[in-house]
């Protein structure tokens, strides 16, 4: 008899059997896991069965998910959706250098480069100001309107600077702030081996600075994939033009699903990585 | 051959409605208010389709043939209101905001799966918008010499398919969303060319674009899918029968003929593209 | 002649004075110490003398040569006088090595293959030999003190200032650190130390300066000092640590 509590003390067996805590936390889990099934299911299910019922729906369904018209467009999307990777791939690079260009100009501290850091400042209110279609409009038809031969009036070429200069100065505003995440003290220990502010700013705060603002560029480089399509107002059929076209063809509204799904595909994946990026962080820093 | 079946139902069916139509009792209870007949026309409504975007005037191509096809379908100048949609809220699913919709719909096979369109009111010649820079540096009206230009066009037209399908452009075109931004990409020299029905395209030439010129026409005859314009309605409203009737009835009677005349310039003068 | 020479140095920050006038003499391999409350001005005075903060009046002489004049360029004092934090601020981003290595580069342009050996001597001299591919987030709070030793003397200063760098270690790690003092003194190094290891101030310091509320109020070797001050605020404070 005296020996039963002895055995129930988890102390005694800490590897082979759970211990009280652990059948209680399991059987928690065990819970919460069957409601948020049933839960979700139930929501699942009335989307499925009540929708449909709805009057308009047969209409709705033909008008934007109609298979038909989605197996003839889809290959044509997808092949235009080159275009926007394309587009993607040349800005992308383009955006991260001029950025940190402008980042650091306007981190200058030396009086003579006084003109340096008002550009920045000024470049930065500008166009983040500025919505990104009129930008596109003004430099896609403007620059090239002063009477460029070509090919150097290509849309290709002035839309893809409009992209670059909205966006560089986001992503100058986000290395911004990473700089000035840095603590003092990294530039303190910098200085005291004799390190002159340049070789500071590229060997010490430079560094931790940009990785700290990776997740945050990733969210801004996930929103530019998405304004690419913007350059479709100034001609380059891209996916978002070419699924208009197959609508105004069709009379059809699932071309758009169908470019939706394209840019989903894409975008969840890098959306799902910026956060987790973003969630190791944090951890780091706690 | 859906085209071809749908319209012989449609000439049918209006050939043996025509006394029903002419005595204006084909539409009732057909229509969104009775007694009325709303009609759909581009926010805003271009020349020369409606003069000075003012519909209610009667003047302009398809502000006077909509008139005309009220009038046969018994609603008098008064019983006619007008709305304005863009092409998507035309062919949204749900409930309309017109009876008819009416701003130089293309009739194609594809469309119709999902709307009704009436008989065509109009058929068009496709012409190239160009300027005289343009031409003066050499491009010929021929087919190989428009394979050689830079291409534009606006999105939502069937100059698309028709680019495609019979240029074949050896550069890709640049589509656009309006009239404004293909003459902006003129101006900026990005295009060469721009395909558009031919009144839109005389009257681009005329007065928008800057230096502006016609460099051919593709005359409806020629294609083997000519451009026709027809009137837009919801799918499966019955109010498609009393359309058409009304349609062949100004068609036989010539005066849509008339109406064309009077407000659509000739295309003489305007190179045939073999 | 002194090393390293103070004399009438101020530095306020805002309306808060923080060093109201210090005198001080340190001598060529002498090890000063020096103690008091916080925030009685030991690590402001420690910035000040590697010109890491600007005096606002006086003088500072290293070997004879006037260097706190308004705009001197700081750089190759600092590279004459080390200094070591009480947070080690070792680069997060670079290993050990990088860390040590850095600074040597990129103002003394000696090359990686030039450096590593004598870097690699350095590491295993203060045990370290296994840790210098370790970045400073995989080193204990001891071996990144000592790492942050190794990188300020890689630029093998003449005088190495030392601002409470056992403060932030937990107690059992302080030993290995304070041992590196004791190996830097019997190599002859001119040191000038802010602490709170009484004990060790007692056992190696040439002089002990109490410093109180931006002062210095009573300076001498350890055994007088600790034994018998003759100010009772410096007796207060001892009380109070020892």
Known sequence: MSETPLRNNPVEHPASTPTRREVYEAGVRRRSNRIALISTVSVLLAIVVLVPLAPGWEAVQRAFFNGRVFAATFPGLLEAFFLNVMIFAWSAPLIAISGLAIALCRDTRAPA???????????????????????????????????????????????????????????????????????????????????????????????????NVVPANMNLFIALQKDVALLSFIGPVEIFRQAGVYKSLYANFTPYVGAALIFLALTIPATRYADYLMNKQNRARS | MKLISGTALALFFSTTSVLAAGDGTCAKGKTLTEGTLTIATGNPAYYPWVMNDAPESGEGFEAAVAYAIADKMGFSQDKVTWVRTSFDEAIQPGAKNFDINMQQYSITPEREEMVDFSLPYYTSAMAVLTTQNVVDSGAEATLDGLKALKWGAVATTTAIPMLSDVIQPSDAPLLYNDNADVNAAIMAGQIDAALYDLPTALYLSAVVVEN??????????????????????????????????????????????????????????????? | MAKLSLRRVRKRFGEHEVCKGIDLDVAEGEMVCLIGASGSGKSTLLRCMNLLEPIDDGVIWLDGTDISEPGLDP??????????????????????????????????????????????????????????????????????????????????????????????????????????????????????????????????????????????????PPDVLFASPREPRTKAFLSRVL
């Open chain 3, 75 to 220: 750089q190759p004092v600092r590279q004459q006088i080390g200094i070591v934090f009480q947070s080690y601020n070792l680069f997060p981003h670079m290993t050990a090595a990088e860390n040590v290595m850095l600074a040597p580069r990129r103002v003394r342009r000696l090359s990686r293959e030039e450096l590593r050996p004598r870097v690699a001597k350095l590491f295993s001299r203060f045990g370290l030999g296994d840790r210098m591919e370790h970045y400073p987030d995989q080193l204990s709070g001891g071996q990144q003190q000592r790492v942050a030793i190794i990188r300020a003397l890689a630029m093998e200063p003449q005088i190495m200032l030392f601002d409470e760098i056992t403060s932030a270690l937990d107690p059992e790690l302080v030993g290995e650190v304070l041992d590196v003092l004791r190996d830097l003194r019997k190599q002859g190094m001119t040191m000038v130390l802010a602490t709170h290891e009484m004990g060790f101030a007692r056992e190696l310091a040439d002089k002990i300066c109490f410093l109180d509320a931006g002062r210095i109020l009573e300076q001498g």
């Open chain 2, 212 to 274: 502006g010129a016609l460099l051919g026409q593709f005359p409806p005859g020629q294609s083997e899918s000519p451009d026709q314009f027809g009137i837009l309605m919801e799918d499966g409203k019955l109010l498609k029968e009393c359309v058409d009737a009304a349609i062949s009835e100004l068609t036989e009677s010539g005066e849509l003929a008339a109406i064309e005349a009077q407000w659509l310039s000739k295309a003489t003068g305007v190179p045939v593209i073999e």
């Open chain 1, 113 to 211: 480069l006084f003109p340096l850091r008002l550009f920045g400042i000024a470049y930065t209110d500008i166009f983040r100001g500025l919505p990104v279609v009129l930008v596109i409009y003004i430099v896609g038809f403007g620059i090239p309107g002063l009477g460029l031969p070509r090919p150097w009036n290509s849309p290709y070429i002035w839309g893809t600077l409009a992209l670059v200069l909205v966006y560089s100065a986001y992503v100058a505003e986000v290395i911004r702030s990473g700089i000035d995440s840095i603590h003092q003290s990294q530039r303190s220990a910098a200085a005291s081996l004799g390190l002159s502010d340049q070789d500071t700013m590229r060997f010490v705060v430079l560094p931790q600075a940009i990785r």
